[in-house]
């Protein structure tokens, strides 16, 4: 991070300096770039750059150049390429100065030149592309950037609007702001991640934090409890469509200040229109499809928070959602608005829960329900009865696979012949960063990686093995993008009778032998087919998801299950 991201917009200029005599010309020049043509933008004059672009009305006809200092009729210029003489007299004719050049470096004119034509701080722009001035080539931003434009920014409004413009063209899920001893700590969550992306002074941090409270509609004079609110906004995206935004905020209290987090959620309903972009493989799809066909059952969707479970319900909806039934839901919090679909939200103070909602909708004549989650006996009593009495059902659950629903919802209470027979099948997720498409490589396993996934020998294993290098599209990480790995559970006759009278372990056995599309088969085939990596697998699956079970013999995946 550059010390430009850390400083108070409050700096006096290098330029301000030299003429107040604190400093010498060739002092002010060192504070300006150091020895290695790095360009301290903070420290530049705004009212200087604003005069010398005033002498030039086509900014077309100007070379790369900065305006530094202006002293003793002569204007020193910051440039990142050598100068013809033809352009020198020009600058000098125009400006009536002598001309003095500082070279810098490339990337500090580039960053300048973004800083100038950044869109306005008064909207929110979700598009990041620009024109580079040193080759004319269309490039995105960079993430580096977005500390500029924080430290740039007049009010506090249009830091904030800066903050999310970024965290949309990072294709950021979150925004994390938390107080430390040095400021206000900027992290974005990109693709799961959480990277640093500026940090804020102490002088501007409460005010920030005070700034989103307003805009949220919380009590700004309560710091010691925590709080939620939402901000509604529209952002700018490409050909300049405004685009509907949803902003969750959420406050914490916290040593050093409160900590907030910003959840960005994308109004456009087109995001669940497709089943095949998830994740699922040809096998699994077409299993799962079938279960959104039936007329009436239970699916649970499971996985810890942050795993995809929305995306896939929502998705799920979409597709069963048709002008000929009548779908309801219940949902703590409505993440998305979807058309053809009546949505509630619970309330938990109103009396509203997820149990008395549901027994709400029970009297709605509906055709498809789907419960936000199964916390607690009632509800999972009711859901099933809901899913035997001629309704689709779709829910969630907080558990680690497929088989650990079963006794969580055996714990819950309801009858197992009930569950047993309501059941129509369980899926279990985790997301995974996607290979970056432009910058991956081919990558040849090792042996320890053939046995970190659990297959004995990789000579019957075709495969297509790739990791990214890391490029400016995926901000040098080598992914970009996610998708599910997918474990799927389907309720067949045998499973019916286990759940019914029979063992967790006896379900493992049976699950094992039949070869049912687990965590590892779907895990390996993305890996061998260089749609992830090994390691991201490993970040996201605990190592007792990749371990061959005992039935499996060969310790060799089906050709057709990577395919």
Known sequence: MDSAST??????????????????????????????????????????????????????LLPPVIPLLLWRASYYLACARELTADELKFLA?????????????????????????????????ATG???????????????????????????????INALISGALQSRASDIH?????????????????????????????????????????????????PQDGRIGRNYVSGQDVLMDLDLRVSTLPCVGGEKVVIRLLHRQENAFSDLSTLGFTANTLRLYQTWLEQPQGLIIITGPTGSGKTSTLYTSLHKVATEFVNVVTV????????????????????????????????????????????????????????????????????TNDTITAIPRLKDLGPDPGLLSDALLGITAQRLVRR?????AEPYTPSDQDWQLLGLETAATQPGNWRKGRGCSKCFQSGY???????????????????????SITQLQRYLDQIQFDSFRVSAIGKVVTGITTLEEVRRVL???????????????????RVS
């Open 7 to 60: 400083t108070s917009s409050a700096t006096i200029s290098a330029w301000r300096q030299l003429k107040n005599r604190e400093i010498t010309p060739e002092e002010a020049l060192d504070l300006l770039v150091d020895g290695e043509g790095r360009l301290r933008l903070d420290l530049l004059d705004q009212g200087l750059v604003a005069r010398f672009f005033q002498e030039f009305p086509d900014a077309s």
């Open 93 to 125: 004719e125009r400006t009536h100065t002598a001309i003095r050049i500082v070279p810098i470096d490339p990337q500090s004119y580039r960053s300048w030149f973004r800083l100038q034509n950044m869109p306005g701080h008064e909207a929110i722009h």
């Open 129 to 159: 592309q620009y024109l580079n001035p040193l080759t004319g080539v269309v490039e995105e931003q960079n993430i580096g950037d977005v500390a500029d434009y924080l430290a740039q920014a007049a009010s506090q409004s249009h830091r």
């Open 177 to 225: 702001l938390e107080p430390t001893l040095n400021g206000l700590r900027v992290r974005y969550r990109i693709d799961g991640i959480l990277r640093e992306i500026a940090v804020l002074p102490q002088e501007i941090s409460r005010s920030v934090v005070v700034a989103i409270k307003v805009m949220s509609d919380m009590n700004i004079a309560e710091s010691r409890a």
């Open 331 to 398: 949902e703590d919090p409505v993440e998305y608005v979807l058309t053809n679909i009546t949505q509630t939200q619970v309330h938990e103070r109103a009396g509203m829960t997820f149990a008395s909602g549901l027994r709400s909708i029970l009297r709605q004549d509906p055709d498809i329900i789907m419960v936000g989650e199964i916390r607690d006996q009632e509800t999972a009593e009711t859901v099933i009865r809901a899913a035997l009495t001629g309704h689709l059902v779709l829910t969630t659950m907080h």
């Open 435 to 439: 290979v970056c498409p432009y910058c």
């Open 480 to 502: 970009l993008g996610r998708e599910a790995i997918v474990e799927l559970l389907n309720v067949d006759e045998t499973v019916r009778q286990i759940i019914y009278e029979g």
């Open 542 to 560: 605990p190592q007792s998801a990749l371990i061959r079970r005992s039935s499996d013999r060969t310790g060799v995946l089906p050709a057709w």
